[in-house]
């Protein structure tokens, strides 16, 4: 299940990469990373 999680990761991962080359990002970097924190946040709870 470990292994799976962290696939499921890497593919989460390069999936947010094509979609970063695709489409153009509306808001600057340091927003997205709160953005990342915000969501690991809500996952724990």
Known sequence: MA???RR???R?????EI???I???FEPLEPK???KKKHS???LQ
Do not use: I
């Open 3 to 5: 292994t799976s999680k």
């Open 19 to 21: 979609m970063h080359e």
């Open 23 to 25: 489409v153009p990002p």
């Open 33 to 35: 990373k709160a953005k």
């Open 41 to 43: 946040q809500d996952f």
């Open 12 to 16: 989460k991962k390069e999936y947010e």
């Open 8 to 10: 499921l990761k890497k």
